[in-house]
């Protein structure tokens, strides 16, 4: 049996509900296929700020850089927004975690889940079959650039090496491989941006070494409207930062719900996995927070950390299975659904533990 040791931050809000349900589906695959999960718990963001006065403690870190893999929840909220170029914030303790674990490469699956395909705001007929993977580099670009604030002026820098951009568009271009496409869509503003065009300019030099690739450019404020027009066409898309943050957003409403997005922030050390909403304040402590997309970031830990594809697998079945049957959080709840198929946060995550084992 081989053992996993997994850094958990619950963070803030709903953070600390939708863990659990994660650890239950590690558990449950554990359990069906002779794994060990050690989970150890560490505080970040505006818990960490509360407890420490600090985002991101040197215990956390350290504990994080010891461990296989780190899965957080989410981090902060209205209690700790400031506008204060010296204030500490909680985002400060999840960026500082980038860099220092090395993840310079964030994933970002869409797929469209037969089952809720109505309950997104796009007709059915457009995205039926939309699978892409947003594939956005982590450790660059504005979020950390220089920055300052004179008088009432403000800037924030974008700045990018070349070998930043390379290793990104090299991620990317190996992920088309694992999927079996030669579809890589780069997104830039090379025509106004300088660091999009060295963007641009790499990019292209670096794909050169995959003769089976085929990448294409589109600027991003055009690539924002094609994926709500026609999100078929793309299957890997690679981009900044920012415009990753942004894009990646965006094309989470094409399932309905931010709730249905995971994330997987990969690079030279271990694996970060989160989901990619927020910390939803107003909901915590409610049991109506929707653990599917954090449930689905520790099946990407056990693909692209652990090696786990079968299991990985197993989980994301678990999912479809689950939501064919009807059952639903509130959030993707709709007029169809049977008010005694609407359950909670943990239900939902025993639900999917249920399906891995085959007890459910």
């Known amino acids: 049996m081989t053992t996993y040791h997994i850094c958990v931050l619950p963070g803030d809000g709903i953070g600390p509900e939708i863990t659990l349900p994660a650890q239950t589906g590690l558990d449950a695959v554990g359990k069906e296929f002779g794994h060990s999960f050690v989970y150890r718990e560490a505080l970040t963001g505006g818990a960490a700020i509360d407890a420490t006065g600090t985002p991101l403690p040197d215990e956390t870190l350290a504990l994080c850089k010891s461990s ?29 975690l980038r860099k220092a674990l090395g993840v310079y490469a964030n994933l970002r699956p869409v797929q469209i889940f037969d089952a809720l395909i109505d309950g997104s705001t796009i007709k059915a007929e457009v995205i039926r079959g939309v699978d892409m993977l947003i594939v956005r580099e982590l450790t660059g670009g504005i979020y950390f650039g220089k920055r300052d604030r004179v008088g009432d002026m403000a800037y924030d820098t974008e700045e990018y090496h070349a070998y930043e951009i390379e290793r990104i568009v090299r991620k990317a271009c190996e992920l088309a491989r694992a999927r079996g496409t030669s579809n890589v869509c780069s997104v830039d503003k090379a025509n106004v941006l300088e660091a999009s065009r060295l963007w641009r300019e790499v990019a292209h030099k670096t794909v050169a070494d995959y003769p089976d690739i085929e ?6 404020d055009n690539c924002a409207m094609q994926l709500v027009k026609n999100p078929k066409q793309f299957n890997v898309l690679v981009m900044s930062n920012m415009f990753g943050d942004i894009l990646s957003d965006e094309a989470s409403m094409l399932s309905g719900s931010l709730g249905m997005l995971a994330s997987a922030s990969i690079g030279d050390g271990p694996g970060l996995y989160e989901p990619s909403h927020g910390s939803a304040p107003k909901y915590a402590g409610m049991d109506v927070a929707n653990p599917i997309a954090t449930i689905m970031s520790a099946a990407m830990m056990l693909q692209y950390s652990f090696g786990l594809a079968e299991e990985a697998a197993a989980v994301t079945k678990a999912i479809e299975d689950v939501l064919a049957e009807g059952w639903r959080t509130k959030d993707i709840a709709d007029a169809a659904t049977l008010p005694q198929r609407t359950v909670g946060t943990d239900a939902m995550g025993s639900l999917v533990a249920g399906k891995v084992t085959g007890t459910a």
């Open 68 to 96: 296989d893999a780190v899965l957080l929840g989410a981090i902060g909220g209205p209690k700790w927004d400031t506008t204060d170029p010296k204030g500490v914030r909680p985002e400060q303790g999840l960026l500082g």
């Open 215 to 220: 990448m294409w450019d589109l600027l991003v």
